[in-house]
């Protein structure tokens, strides 16, 4: 059963090498939200993603290298600025997110007078866990980014937001691209420009294709790269105050 939204939605999916579990994210959207439209950024994957998104016929805005999540969703945030769009609901390409749960990040904007809504794995929904140092540092980063934002945070590196009118005017021009940028640091400029932050809690699945992106290496130097991530976050001046005062 489709569920239809009040306002302008678009999905972006930013997807980078998702050719085996794309067709199903799209075929999923398409049977549970209705009213919604859906951009694919293919972010420089070198293989079939792009084709197989089209084959499905969803836009897709094909990107010459990879640039990462965050410069994935800065063309998100741009195109869906472009074409006037009130919400933008990013979505991961890998099916672990739940299209089902898309519905309640847009309400919630609604319901809470929210800007920027998060769906948060660690608030008592699923089992998602992470161990070790990845968990240390979730754990840590959203004790920080709770005080930053103003609102109790669990789970402050979750790709699965909402995003209304005035975060979609902040990031359009300058939505951080760098490592964690489009997590960690996109929260502190959000609450620098005094945009309302809030969490509802997802259950996150496993992966339907391709490999994921973090393995026991990667994992260990999570902790130091998200802790800089959110030192230079933090030491930079706030800006795209006023672009979002106007939206």
Known sequence: ????????????????????????????????????????????????????????GVPVLDLPINLGVGGAMRAGFKYAQRHGYDVVVQLDADGQHDPRDVPRLVDLLTQEDADLVIGARFAGRGNYTARGPRRWAMRGLSWVLSRVTGTQLTDSTSGFKAAGPRAIALFAPSYPAEYLGDTIESLVIAARAKLRVRQIPVEMRARAGGSPSHNPVRASLFLLRAVLALLIALSRPATGARLAEDA
């Open 1 to 56: 059963m489709t569920v239809p939204l009040p306002r302008r939605v678009l999905v972006v999916i930013p997807a980078w090498n998702e050719q085996d579990a794309l067709p199903g994210v799209l075929a999923e959207v398409d049977e549970t939200v209705a009213n919604v439209d859906i951009l694919v950024v293919n972010d420089g994957s070198t293989d079939r993603t792009s084709e197989v998104a089209r084959r499905c």
